[in-house]
Structures are given as structure tokens and as C-alpha cells.
């Protein structure tokens, strides 16, 4: 499957970015889609994740209450709203998708970038103060 991400862009503190990424040469609703970021110098980190019928989430204590990660089967497309942001939100941000269900029932699983199969070329999110 190829993942394309868009949304990124320059926002101020307390703003808010609508994170999407497509899908595309697969089944999509097979997946349990992951949103990663990457801010300089520092390792990917899991942001949020969501079942492959999207009715479990989970997310980062950073993200809790801020964001919101969705989907829609029926436009192969995973989301992620981001509000209240922070500069210590800037990163580029990652989706990644998962084949085996059972990867996100573990925090270990979820959490962890080589438990997913595809990713996508990431998009840039700055958050100025």
C-alpha cells in the first residue's frame, strides 16, 4: 500500500492543522494506521493510532485532548486534527500502516516504528510562538 501525507504547514501557537493521509493499492479498511513524528536531532515518536473499523483509539500523553486521529474507509484516508498546538509540536509527521490488528493492543506494539508495514514521505507541521 502507498501512503501520501498532506496537511502540514506554518500555523501559530493555539492553532490547529487538519493532518491527512491517503491510501492507496490496498485494502485500506486492512489496516491499523499510525501517525508518527520526527522533530530534528530527535527519534520518531508515535503520536496517535486507530483500529482498522476506527472505533479504538489511542494516542500520546502529549496528544491526549488535543488531537484527534480518524478515518473514512470509503476515501482510504486517515486523519489527524491537531488543536492547542504547541512549538513543541513541530516535527514532520508520519502516517504508517500496520497489517497484523493485534500490533496496536500493546502499548510496545503501537508505539513502535519498525511494528508498522508501509509509511508514508511525511509533512512538515511548524508551530511558531
Known amino acids: 500500500v502507498q501512503l501520501q501525507a498532506s496537511g502540514g504547514g506554518l500555523v501559530q501557537a493555539g492553532g490547529s492543522l487538519r493532518l491527512s493521509c491517503a491510501a492507496s493499492?490496498?485494502?485500506?479498511?486492512?489496516?491499523?494506521m499510525g501517525w508518527f513524528r520526527q522533530a530534528p536531532g530527535k527519534e520518531r515518536e508515535f503520536v496517535a493510532a486507530?483500529?482498522?473499523?476506527?472505533?479504538?483509539?489511542y494516542y500520546t500523553d502529549s496528544a491526549k485532548g488535543r488531537f484527534t486521529i480518524s478515518r473514512d474507509n470509503a476515501k482510504n484516508t486517515v486523519y489527524l486534527q491537531m488543536n492547542s498546538l504547541k512549538p513543541e509540536d513541530t516535527a514532520v509527521y508520519y502516517c504508517a500502516a500496520v497489517t497484523r490488528a493485534s500490533t496496536l493492543l500493546s502499548l510496545r506494539g503501537r508505539s513502535t516504528p519498525t511494528s508498522y508495514d508501509y509509511w508514508g514521505q511525511g509533512t512538515q507541521v511548524t508551530v511558531s510562538s
Open positions: 486507530i483500529s482498522r473499523s476506527g472505533a479504538v483509539t
Open positions: 493499492g490496498g485494502t485500506f479498511a486492512n489496516y491499523g
